[in-house]
């Protein structure tokens, strides 16, 4: 029977929407995946900021930017979907040849790590260790990151001056002005002077409250939430501070060093490890994508960046590509296209990229 063109139409229509949906997401493992490295920031944390009327003053008993219950909950989640995509490369059993996962050196992105690791690496067979059921089983987590996306630099004593400079480009001046009536207004509502420097303060501690499953106070609607989120996500913001040459260097350069090396050692045979994984920060995923080529906002707790080495046709030639999962329970993502770099992006043009785009090291951007 002939089709008309009102139904080729539809079906064309169908198999181009099907199309967009499956292209970019993130695939599972199988047999042309050479080498995975992972960058994960943390699960839900407590915020360090309280104000005056705060009408949840004891919602994070763990402390100031320490893992949350709910936090913990979601990166063994996270681990598990990284199971669902690296099933069958990695294997079941925890093996130490197959993988490495280091952390940076503060309390939340180390227990993030073992929460991972633990939705990741299930003890099964041979590794049940103990009588009772167990999910859990000891797995190392190595210390030591070249991460600096917790901004806590020290020795470097251009970090601070260029870290202020970038986060408040541009609400200075005519931005400045502009923002007085709502500095005014949750100055009055918080019961504290709220400014420029302390903003952001408040717009996370709102973030990790609304996290939490906490309902923002009465005063904040219908859209005080909204005003604030466009603020630090507005086009200005990002190319003054993801966009910052200088910063990306203190934050992540010996991190994206690192991440290269490896893939160049992976795709000449030196390295015999599958994974490697860093448990990190928002920082890191905000500036490693920025050196991508992409201002993205900042990113979700439990969102990750996969680089993936890939076989190419059979070929000697690796490529990369890169996929970004959005947040804790993001099981898809998308893929990100890596600037200057045509795709598929070969492994070798990758390195060369990433060794390039950096004038300094990161020891003399600190003192300059």
Not at 76 to 89: T, W
Request: proline letters at 5%; aromatic letters at 12%; glycine letters at 6%.
């Amino acid at each position: 029977m002939l089709l008309n063109y009102n139904n080729m139409l539809l079906i064309i229509i169908y198999l181009t929407v099907i199309a967009t949906a499956i292209y970019g997401q993130i695939p599972k493992a199988d047999s042309n995946l050479k080498f995975a490295t992972v960058l994960f920031r943390h699960g839900d944390r407590a915020s360090s900021f309280t104000y005056k009327t705060n009408p949840y003053p004891d919602a994070f008993p763990e402390g100031p930017y320490e893992l949350t219950k709910l936090g913990k909950q979601h990166m063994y989640v996270k681990g598990q979907i990284f199971r669902h995509l690296y099933d069958g490369y990695l294997s079941k059993l925890y093996l130490d040849n197959e993988i490495y996962t280091k952390t940076t050196n503060v309390a939340r992105t180390h227990m993030t790590a073992a929460m991972v690791l633990t939705g990741l690496y299930p003890p099964t067979n041979y590794q049940k260790w103990s009588n009772q059921e167990t999910i859990w089983q000891p797995i190392p987590v190595y210390g030591g990151s070249p991460d600096h996306g917790d901004a806590q630099v020290k020795n470097c004593p251009s970090f601070l001056p260029t870290f202020i400079k970038g986060a408040s480009a541009s609400l200075t001046g005519n931005a400045s002005l502009a923002l007085e009536p709502l500095l005014s207004y949750l100055s009055e509502q918080c019961g504290q002077p709220i400014d420029i420097r302390n903003l952001f303060s408040l717009f996370d501690l709102f973030t990790c409250q609304l996290a939490a499953g906490l309902e923002l106070p009465e005063w904040t609607k219908p859209n005080i939430y909204e005003q604030l989120k466009a603020i630090m996500i507005s086009e200005d913001q990002r190319k003054n501070f993801n966009g910052n040459t200088k910063l990306q260097n203190l934050m992540i350069g010996p991190l994206l060093k690192e991440i290269t090396l490896k893939i160049q050692q992976k795709s000449s045979g030196d390295e015999k490890r599958k994974i490697y994984m860093y448990s990190g920060h928002d920082f890191s995923i905000l500036f490693t994508t920025a050196v991508l080529g992409h201002l993205i906002e900042t990113p979700k707790f439990g969102a990750s960046l996969h680089f993936h080495v890939y076989r190419f046709n059979n070929t000697d030639e690796d490529v990369i590509k890169v996929y970004y999962l959005k947040s804790w329970d993001d099981d898809k993502g998308e893929e990100l296209s890596i600037s200057n770099c045509n795709s598929p992006c070969k492994v070798a043009d990758f390195i060369n990229i990433a060794n390039n785009k950096f004038t300094k090291t990161w020891e003399e951007e600190c003192h300059t």
